[in-house]
């Protein structure tokens, strides 16, 4: 029996429902050289801001039981030159339909890089960090309140006219009030989770591990919150959800489907395990032959 | 890059902390000396970086230091235990640059990328001269090796137990050794003072915590003359000129 892989997103088709997490894949090329990445069902980009950005300070990786902690910084070439030089190259190796991953520090550098980024034809869809500092609000993450998360989606629309995914932090204390609230200021879809924040120290040296002492904690030890999140997210909202966080497995696509998800992203497993994304989708129709499963859009938050 | 599985054919100590393993398998990902692999160890979430010391059809020296979670498991591994492997990760040194009389500087664990280099070096009829600094003579390893490859070889010691006493720059000037070009890699502040005492150009293979090992993580960045770079993926080996301190 075939094996229906395919999804829907806002009306954009996708062949299958895993996507590499921006940040784990940068612009495609690195990982082009491994195998084909056409077999993708989409790529979420390197989060781009409107200035290049080098990022935090060294060290930035930091290894933890079943994951590690990242402190990057979103170091990126800038919105211009993504543009300019990174999505051509981009389209000569991947012929799919792309995500356009945004961050932004002010909600004017949210709009300025949504609505260049929103013109470029590749581009299926807008994946808005929220995760980010507000550096006009003390520096607390627009992701943090339903009011700030809104703020940007609301902005963001204004200016675009293709599908706009927000992502979300879960270092809040109700992630649904967020996806509601973004829900409610026209987002078309949520992208959760991002990474959580964490910390390691080296007790030798007695000092953090990372350069900047925080930072993004991801891997599969993070897969069980992400469902959580997933299933609470996806049964508040009405818009399609993309999952993320922890996914390692193609039985961890089905799970996290089956809370809600309606495509899932693959992050921190990428950086350990270059061929994740290929091995995953190859061994999706194996595990639905074993479940039962017909068409993996079927099982999208079956679970009640 | 290559994902391979290799097997352990040899892993003994040449010093307390220092092990010589030996891997048999398909290598023909790596293509040039100062390359590193990455290997997967039970248990733990990240490869782990290692540098090239030598390689052959079939066959891979490492030469590791135990310094964490990750070298200490290897340091216990038996003969035959299999790998998942990343080979011909990183750019590696640039053999063919164009010298005659080639300094390499080694640094503690820096060494033994240096040794398939001198291999490599001396190939091209090159005349090399090898400055290995340790901190005491317990420490020591593979001067014999480079000695044996035809290369005239100077040892420096922080303690003076055995060669010259002081750092590789002290070796450098009290030697008097010549050179028209360098390579080297060692620890940072090693690698610093060399670059300023150098009077010719060369290339350092620096050393950053990793993510990825192969250029997508962007964990491994540093700021060169020529811009953000990964060490993982456009070095590990960069031009002196390149590098800022």
């Known amino acids: 029996m075939v094996r229906d892989l395919s999804v829907e997103l806002c009306g954009v088709a996708l062949d299958n429902p895993v996507i590499p997490a921006s940040g784990t894949f940068g612009f495609g090329k690195e990982m082009s050289e491994v195998y084909d990445i056409n077999i993708l069902g989409s790529i979420s980009f390197k989060g781009t801001t409107r200035d290049a950005r080098f990022g935090n300070p060294t060290p930035r990786i930091a290894e933890c039981p079943s994951g590690l902690i990242n402190s990057v910084g979103l170091q990126n070439p800038g919105v211009d030159a993504v543009i300019a030089h ?49 550096v006009h609000n003390g520096g607390m993450a627009f992701g943090t309140s339903p009011e700030s998360a809104a703020a940007v989606t609301r902005a963001v629309k204004a200016v675009t006219t293709k599908p ?88 961890d696509v089905v799970e996290m489907m089956m809370a809600g998800a309606t495509a899932v992203q693959v992050g921190a497993e990428n950086l350990r395990n270059p061929y994740a994304c290929k091995e995953i989708i190859e061994e999706l129709p194996f595990v639905m032959e074993r479940l039962g499963i017909e068409k993996l859009s079927d099982i999208i938050g079956i679970i009640e | 890059m290559q994902r391979v599985v290799l097997t352990v054919a040899k892993n003994l100590p040449l010093t307390p902390l220092i092990y010589e393993m030996q891997l048999v398998g398909d290598v023909s990902g790596i293509t040039r000396a100062g390359q590193f692999v990455e290997i997967a160890l039970d248990g733990l979430y990240l490869r782990r970086p290692i540098s090239v010391c030598d390689y052959e059809e079939g066959r891979l020296t490492l030469v ?118 360098f390579y080297s890699c060692g620890p940072l502040p090693m690698l610093k003072a060399l670059c300023s005492a150098t009077t010719t150009s060369g290339e350092v293979s620096l050393e950053e915590r990793m993510g990825c090992g192969f250029g997508i993580c962007m964990g491994c960045s540093i700021m060169t003359a020529n811009g953000a770079k990964r060490v993982c993926k456009d070095g590990p080996v960069f031009k002196k000129e390149e590098v800022i301190w």
């Open chain 2, 64 to 181: 590791y230091k135990v310094v964490g979670k990750g070298t200490d498991l290897m340091s216990q591994m038996a003969e035959g235990t299999e790998l998942d492997v990343l080979t011909g990760l990183g750019n590696g040194f640039d053999v063919d640059y164009e010298c005659r009389k080639p300094l390499l500087v080694g640094g503690g664990v820096g060494v033994p990328p240096l040794y398939r280099l001198t291999r490599d070096l001396i190939a091209r009829g090159k005349e090399v001269s090898v400055v290995l600094g340790f901190n005491t003579e317990s420490e020591i390893f593979y001067a014999e090796r480079f000695e044996a490859l035809g290369a005239k070889v100077i040892v420096a010691t922080a303690d003076g137990s055995v060669g010259i006493k002081g750092f590789v720059t002290d070796a450098i000037r009290e030697s008097g050794v010549e050179y028209d070009y």
């Open chain 1, 86 to 134: 990174e999505l051509p190259e981009l389209r000569k190796i991947f012929r799919k339909p792309i995500i356009a991953n945004i961050s932004g520090f002010s909600i004017e550098e949210y709009v300025e890089c949504c609505s260049k980024l929103d013109k470029e034809e590749q581009v299926a869809i807008l994946e808005v960090n929220i995760s980010c500092p507000n």
């Open chain 1, 164 to 251: 706009v995914f927000i992502k979300l932090s879960p270092n809040v204390t109700d992630i649904v009030a967020i996806a509601k609230a973004c829900e409610e200021a026209g987002a078309d879809g949520i992208t959760l989770i991002n990474t959580m924040l964490g910390m390691r120290i080296d007790i030798a040296r007695r000092k953090p591990v990372i350069a900047n002492k925080m930072g993004g904690f991801s891997g599969a030890a993070i897969f069980p919150i992400a469902v959580r999140m997933v299933y609470q997210v996806a049964h508040a909202v009405k818009i399609p959800v993309i999952g993320c966080g922890g996914v390692a497995t193609a039985e």
